[in-house]
């Protein structure tokens, strides 16, 4: 780092009009390490060098950078797979750790954070790509429904804390992060196949060792979805023992296969799951958009896939869709937006004309020692 390098940050604390306690105090560093950091005897860590620029409102690049060099950075992989140098990853700061996360299939249009460039152990090594958007602000949404990926668009569209990245998952994958700390938020819609209860002894499986709260995000049909006129003539999960019919299937772990699992044990065709011609997919859009091409015939996914692609639907059950976040996190400003979005009257509108029940929304469910 050159002295004119080192001398930005004391200039930009000057120009904000900032005493070196004062940065420190903002930036949660002491006093002492803004003055060697000033005085060229320390280099900041990446994260110290992040809050610094957002305390002072300025990129990494106006305190630090001599050149339009990307900056390095040390993060643990979140998912298995995500260490390949070259791959596009998302970031974010969890559990006092970076993250990071493969922007791939549905992540393919999402600008990245950053790249991958080494790996070392259980360690990868990224450069930021435009360390002026700080990944500190990053909140990690996973879960299957469509509604979070909307969520998350809608809090970034507006003014306020955080940048919000939707992760499909299934409620078990994401059940599993949020146990790791690799999540901030988990949605869940699983249903006790013993007690026929929502949700509640998934996350307390998941969660022994963590205080949760959880709040209710909508309600929705889930059911058989077919191509439109429902040319097969299925009239219930009964019907998929006809002869010739092509199955999609989401994977294990999922809500949706848990409930055609179930479904399809009471009427003695479990056999089906494993019959030639079965498809297995991620996700309530995968099972709708293999249908919609004509690569099955039918598949149990929720109302809004099927309108999202035109399809018949054929309703089974209802289901509560839930969010559950650490109670640690309950006093995050971006987590207080968050909640506050799930009961305006603009969100519920738009949910439910995509056949989510919003009655509820924005509920905290208090039954149960996990909430």
């Given at each position: 780092?050159?002295?004119?390098?080192?001398?930005?940050?004391?200039?930009?604390?000057?120009?904000?009009?900032?005493?070196?306690?004062?940065?420190?105090?903002?930036?949660?560093?002491?006093?002492?390490?803004?003055?060697?950091?000033?005085?060229?005897?320390?280099?900041?860590?990446?994260?110290?060098?992040?809050?610094?620029?957002?305390?002072?409102?300025?990129?990494?690049?106006?305190?630090?950078?001599?050149?339009?060099?990307?900056?390095?950075?040390?993060?643990?992989p979140a998912e298995e797979g995500s260490s390949a140098s070259g791959q596009r990853v998302a970031l974010a700061h969890l559990g006092g750790r970076w993250l990071s996360y493969p922007l791939v299939r549905e992540g393919i249009g999402?600008?990245?954070?950053?790249?991958?460039?080494?790996?070392?152990?259980?360690?990868?090594?990224?450069?930021?790509?435009?360390?002026?958007?700080?990944?500190?602000?990053?909140?990690?949404?996973?879960?299957?429904?469509?509604?979070?990926?909307?969520?998350?668009?809608?809090?970034?569209?507006?003014?306020?804390?955080?940048?919000?990245?939707?992760?499909?998952?299934?409620?078990?994958?994401?059940?599993?992060?949020?146990?790791?700390?690799?999540?901030?938020?988990?949605?869940?819609?699983?249903?006790?196949?013993?007690?026929?209860?929502?949700?509640?002894?998934?996350?307390?499986?998941?969660?022994?060792?963590?205080?949760?709260?959880?709040?209710?995000?909508?309600?929705?049909?889930?059911?058989?979805?077919?191509?439109?006129?429902?040319?097969?003539?299925?009239?219930?999960?009964?019907?998929?023992?006809?002869?010739?019919?092509?199955?999609?299937?989401?994977?294990?772990?999922s809500g949706a296969r848990r409930l055609l699992d179930r479904e399809l044990a009471q009427a003695g065709l479990l056999a089906e799951l494993t019959k030639p011609g079965t498809l297995q997919v991620r996700g309530h859009l995968e099972v709708a958009a293999a249908i919609a091409m004509g690569a099955a015939?039918?598949?149990?996914?929720?109302?809004?896939?099927?309108?999202?692609?035109?399809?018949?639907?054929?309703?089974?059950?209802?289901?509560?869709?839930?969010?559950?976040?650490?109670?640690?996190?309950?006093?995050?400003?971006?987590?207080?937006?968050?909640?506050?979005?799930?009961?305006?009257?603009?969100?519920?509108?738009?949910?439910?004309?995509?056949?989510?029940?919003?009655?509820?929304?924005?509920?905290?469910?208090?039954?149960?020692?996990?909430?």
């Amino acid at each position: 780092m050159t002295t004119s390098a080192e001398n930005c940050l004391r200039a930009r604390r000057t120009a904000c009009g900032l005493s070196q306690a004062a940065l420190a105090q903002s930036a949660g560093i002491s006093r002492q390490s803004v003055f060697a950091i000033e005085s060229g005897t320390s280099t900041p860590a990446v994260d110290v060098a992040l809050r610094l620029a957002k305390v002072l409102a300025c990129r990494v690049e106006d305190l630090f950078a001599t050149e339009s060099a990307p900056v390095p950075l040390w993060t643990a992989p979140a998912e298995e797979g995500s260490s390949a140098s070259g791959q596009r990853v998302a970031l974010a700061h969890l559990g006092g750790r970076w993250l990071s996360y493969p922007l791939v299939r549905e992540g393919i249009g999402r600008a990245a954070d950053a790249l991958i460039t080494a790996s070392r152990g259980r360690r990868v090594k990224v450069a930021l790509l435009h360390a002026e958007e700080s990944p500190l602000d990053n909140m990690v949404l996973m879960g299957c429904a469509p509604a979070l990926g909307l969520l998350a668009e809608r809090l970034n569209l507006r003014t306020g804390p955080g940048r919000f990245l939707w992760l499909p998952r299934s409620s078990t994958q994401a059940l599993a992060a949020l146990a790791l700390r690799r999540t901030h938020l988990a949605g869940v819609h699983l249903t006790c196949d013993q007690t026929g209860e929502a949700n509640l002894p998934d996350v307390r499986r998941h969660t022994r060792k963590q205080a949760v709260a959880i709040y209710t995000l909508a309600r929705w049909q889930a059911g058989l979805l077919t191509a439109p006129g429902n040319p097969k003539q299925l009239r219930s999960t009964a019907s998929l023992g006809k002869r010739g019919l092509r199955l999609c299937v989401r994977e294990p772990g999922s809500g949706a296969r848990r409930l055609l699992d179930r479904e399809l044990a009471q009427a003695g065709l479990l056999a089906e799951l494993t019959k030639p011609g079965t498809l297995q997919v991620r996700g309530h859009l995968e099972v709708a958009a293999a249908i919609a091409m004509g690569a099955a015939d039918v598949g149990m996914a929720t109302r809004d896939a099927a309108l999202a692609f035109g399809l018949d639907f054929i309703p089974v059950t209802e289901e509560r869709y839930d969010l559950v976040i650490p109670r640690t996190g309950l006093q995050d400003r971006r987590l207080v937006r968050l909640l506050e979005l799930l009961t305006t009257a603009a969100f519920r509108s738009e949910l439910s004309s995509l056949g989510y029940d919003t009655s509820h929304s924005g509920d905290r469910v208090t039954e149960g020692a996990a909430s």
